[in-house]
Nanobody
Framework: QVQLVESGGGLVQAGGSMRLSCAAS????????MGWFRQAPGKEREFVAA????????YYTESVKGRFTISRDNAKNTVYLQMNSLKPEDTAIYYC??????????????????WGQGTQVTVSS
C-alpha cells in the first residue's frame, strides 16, 4: 500500500506561483512514474504532468508547458509541482498519483493506481 498526501495548495493571484508537494509513505515510489492531475469544478479530471523514476524524463499537458515544472526527490519519497504564471483557469483540485514502473506518456487516470486526496488551488483574477 502506498499513501500519497498532497500539500501546498491555497489561494494565489493570477501571475503568482505555488509549489505543491506529494509525500508518499508505506512504500517507496522511487521505482514508479509519478503524475499530477487536476479537476476543476464541473469538469473531468485531467492530466497535468508526469515524471519518470529517475526524474530524467518529464511530460506536460500543452496548457501548462513552460509554466509548470514537475520534479522529485526519491530520497524524500516526494514529488513536486512548481507552478508559475498561474492563471484563473488553473483553479482546480490537484492530485498526485502513482503510475507504472516503465516510463511512458501516461495521461489516463486508469494508468495510475494510487491517488492522494487532493489539494485545492485557487487562482484569483
Amino acid at each position: 500500500q502506498v499513501q500519497l498526501v498532497e500539500s501546498g495548495g491555497g489561494l494565489v493571484q493570477a501571475g503568482g506561483s505555488m509549489r505543491l508537494s506529494c509525500a508518499a509513505s508505506g512504500r517507496s515510489i522511487s521505482r514508479s512514474t509519478m503524475g499530477w492531475f487536476r479537476q476543476a469544478p464541473g469538469k473531468e479530471r485531467e492530466f497535468v504532468a508526469a515524471i519518470s523514476r529517475s526524474g530524467g524524463n518529464t511530460y506536460y499537458t500543452e496548457s501548462v508547458k513552460g509554466r509548470f515544472t514537475i520534479s522529485r526527490d526519491n530520497a524524500k519519497n516526494t514529488v513536486y509541482l512548481q507552478m508559475n504564471s498561474l492563471k484563473p483557469e488553473d483553479t482546480a483540485i490537484y492530485y498526485c498519483a502513482r503510475g507504472p514502473t516503465a516510463w511512458g506518456q501516461y495521461t489516463a487516470s486508469y494508468e495510475y493506481d494510487y491517488w492522494g486526496q487532493g489539494t485545492q488551488v485557487t487562482v484569483s483574477s
